[in-house]
C-alpha cells in the first residue's frame, strides 16, 4: 500500500489537493476508502515536511494532529455532501434530482471542486527540495 500511496504522490505533486483527491479516486472507488486514504496521504506528507497547509496566504499554525483534525472534520464522509455542499445551506445550483442523474466520472470530477470552497479549511503548500514553498 505504501509504494501505491508514493505512486499517488509523486502523479500529483505540486498540484493542488483536488489533483490528490482525483489520483486517488482513479485508485479508490469507494468514497470512504478514498477519503480515508486522503487523509492518511496528507498526515503522511506533514509529518515527512513535503507540505504544509494554508488559507489566504497564511500559512496553519497548530500541529499537524490538529491539522488533520480540521480537515478530518471539515472533509465530508459522503459523496453527496462533498458534492452538493451541506444541506442546509447550500447555495450550489445543484439538486439531489442532478447528483442521481450524473454518471459516475462526473460525479468524481464534481467532488474535487469541494478543495476549492469555502468549507475547505485549508489548501496544500507543496515543499520544494530548496525549501521554498509552492502555494496551490
Given at each position: 500500500m505504501k509504494k501505491q500511496w508514493e505512486q499517488i504522490v509523486e502523479l500529483s505533486e505540486f498540484w493542488a489537493f483536488n489533483g490528490l483527491w482525483m489520483f486517488i479516486r482513479?485508485?479508490?472507488k469507494n468514497f470512504s476508502e478514498a477519503r480515508k486514504v486522503f487523509l492518511g496521504i496528507v498526515e503522511d506528507l506533514?509529518?515527512?515536511?513535503r507540505i504544509k497547509l494554508?488559507?489566504?496566504?497564511?500559512l496553519l499554525e497548530n500541529s499537524v494532529n490538529e491539522q488533520i483534525s480540521l480537515l478530518t472534520n471539515a472533509l465530508?464522509?459522503?459523496?453527496?455532501?462533498?458534492i452538493l455542499g451541506p444541506a442546509a445551506s447550500s447555495s450550489l445550483p445543484m439538486r439531489i434530482e442532478d447528483f442521481d442523474q450524473m454518471a459516475e466520472e462526473e460525479k468524481i470530477a464534481e467532488e474535487s471542486l469541494w478543495f476549492f470552497r469555502e468549507e475547505c479549511p485549508a489548501g496544500v503548500v507543496w515543499i520544494r527540495d530548496?525549501?521554498?514553498?509552492?502555494?496551490?
Open positions: 482513479d485508485e479508490y506533514l509529518y515527512s515536511g494554508g488559507k489566504s496566504g497564511v465530508p464522509v459522503d459523496r453527496r455532501e462533498m530548496d525549501g521554498s514553498e509552492e502555494w496551490t
